[in-house]
């Protein structure tokens, strides 16, 4: 073999040996990059940060507390899953570019996105109310609040009144049991965000027990009452006040309101024509006056006791006017439930 052959074979080994090593660089760095993947929790690698040095990364949380938090399947992190830094940053970062041990990465690292979120949204940290428990009627409470807003809006009693800065407070008067709550609306640049204080009432405010926890209408539901019982539902009389109402409520689950219209001296019997059968009785004064209605007089048929006079109450979730969730006492410790012309149930007082 002549010494010019040699060469050329050594030359083309040469070559080849060189190839390989290309190839094999080639795969492995594909095989690097291909199989960067973020952890659910503990500090990014390096290959998801560009940098050997892994300690300068941010700490994944290794739970997301926001329900509304989605990670997309492709693409950056959301702050909300990331607490504030946008991921992945650049695959290679500028060698000038320095992610600081803690704090917002810069933009060389994040392409341009480092702000938080919570920078940008309006939020209410604390928001309460002193005393936290009152009594019925008007009196004298403390509001308080801290927000991250610029301009915060409270309502109450159908009005608006606006405020300066994060944290602040009002002392004011208020009528329990009328009005259940205060809102708060905080605004920050674009964002606004609300938030409810309800109005409670110590739990000695009702005349029965476990009652809800608002506040009752009147404060002191007690007044002179009367009840019948009919063979398809029940009459209840009360007056407290100027609050003069009769209650029917019906065996079907419906039950009517309305206003007593019967005074004295007028005829206690308003249905003079009408003979209740043996065992039986016919209402009267403003029951009978009521039971006069034949739509009423159908549904409730005739009257299986005579009406009864007795010390009761009446307490509403609400102004009593409207019948939002009303509690009505008996003479035998039972108490009627209504709600809003909808529905109606009979309690045992213990319950």
Same mark, same amino acid.
């Given at each position: 073999?002549?010494?010019?052959?040699?060469?050329?074979?050594?030359?083309?080994?040469?070559?080849?040996?060189?190839?390989?090593?290309?190839m094999n660089k080639v795969a492995t760095t594909q095989a690097?990059?291909?199989?960067?993947?973020?952890?659910?929790?503990?500090?990014?690698?390096?290959?998801?940060?560009?940098?050997?040095?892994?300690?300068?990364?941010?700490?994944?949380?290794?739970?997301?507390?926001?329900?509304?938090?989605?990670?997309?399947?492709?693409?950056?992190?959301?702050?909300?899953?990331?607490?504030?830094?946008?991921?992945?940053?650049?695959?290679?970062?500028?060698?000038?570019?320095?992610?600081?041990?803690?704090?917002?990465?810069?933009?060389?690292?994040?392409?341009?996105?480092?702000?938080?979120?919570?920078?940008?949204?309006?939020?209410?940290?604390?928001?309460?109310?002193?005393?936290?428990?009152?009594?019925?009627?008007?009196?004298?409470?403390?509001?308080?609040?801290?927000?991250?807003?610029?301009?915060?809006?409270?309502?109450?009693?159908?009005?608006?009144?606006?405020?300066?800065?994060?944290?602040?407070?009002?002392?004011?008067?208020?009528?329990?049991?009328?009005?259940?709550?205060?809102?708060?609306?905080?605004?920050?640049?674009?964002?606004?965000?609300?938030?409810?204080?309800?109005?409670?009432? @110590?739990?000695d405010s009702w005349f029965f027990n476990n009652p809800p %926890? =608002?506040?009752?209408? +009147?404060?002191? !539901?007690? #007044? &002179?009452?009367?009840?019948?019982?009919?063979?398809?539902?029940?009459?209840?009389?009360?007056?407290?006040?100027?609050?003069?109402?009769?209650?029917?409520?019906?065996?079907?689950?419906?039950?009517?309101?309305?206003?007593?219209?019967?005074?004295?001296?007028? @005829?206690?019997?308003?249905?003079?024509?009408?003979?209740?059968? %043996? =065992?039986?009785?016919? +209402?009267?004064? !403003?029951? #009978? &006056?009521?039971?006069?209605?034949?739509?009423?007089?159908?549904?409730?048929?005739?009257?299986?006791?005579?009406?009864?006079?007795?010390?009761?109450?009446?307490?509403?979730?609400?102004?009593?006017?409207?019948?939002?969730?009303?509690?009505?006492?008996?003479?035998?410790?039972?108490?009627?439930?209504?709600?809003?012309?909808?529905?109606?149930?009979?309690?045992?007082?213990?319950?």
């Open positions: 073999m002549t010494r010019s052959v040699k060469r050329t074979l050594l030359i083309m080994v040469l070559l080849l040996l060189t190839a390989a090593l290309i690097a990059e291909t199989t960067c993947v973020l952890p659910e929790s503990g500090p990014w690698p390096a290959c998801a940060t560009g940098s050997e040095n892994t300690t300068n990364a941010p700490t994944l949380p290794a739970v997301i507390d926001d329900d509304t938090c989605v990670i997309p399947e492709t693409g950056r992190w959301p702050a909300c899953a990331t607490g504030g830094y946008r991921n992945p940053p650049p695959a290679v970062p500028d060698e000038n570019c320095v992610i600081p041990s803690s704090g917002a990465w810069p933009d060389c690292a994040t392409q341009g996105s480092t702000e938080k979120a919570e920078s940008e949204a309006a939020a209410i940290f604390a928001f309460a109310m002193t005393p936290d428990k009152v009594q019925p009627g008007r009196q004298t409470v403390t509001l308080s609040w801290r927000t991250n807003a610029d301009l915060v809006e409270l309502y109450y009693q159908g009005t608006v009144t606006e405020f300066d800065g994060r944290d602040n407070s009002l002392t004011t008067e208020i009528d329990a049991g009328l009005y259940q709550s205060f809102v708060i609306v905080a605004h920050k640049g674009k964002s606004k965000v609300e938030a409810t204080l309800n109005i409670y009432c @110590a739990a %926890e =608002g506040c009752p209408v +009147p404060a002191d !539901g007690s #007044g &002179v009452s009367a009840i019948q019982f009919f063979e398809h539902g029940i009459m209840r009389w009360h007056k407290n006040g100027d609050f003069q109402r009769i209650h029917v409520f019906y065996n079907d689950g419906t039950h009517d309101a309305f206003q007593d219209f019967w005074y004295e001296p007028a @005829a206690e019997d308003s249905n003079p024509t009408l003979v209740p059968p %043996e =065992g039986l009785y016919k +209402p009267m004064r !403003g029951f #009978g &006056v009521l039971w006069s209605d034949p739509a009423v007089r159908s549904k409730l048929g005739w009257a299986i006791t005579e009406e009864a006079g007795y010390s009761g109450h009446i307490q509403c979730t609400g102004p009593a006017l409207y019948d939002l969730t009303c509690w009505g006492s008996t003479p035998n410790n039972q108490i009627i439930v209504w709600n809003n012309d909808t529905w109606w149930t009979i309690w045992n007082d213990s319950q």
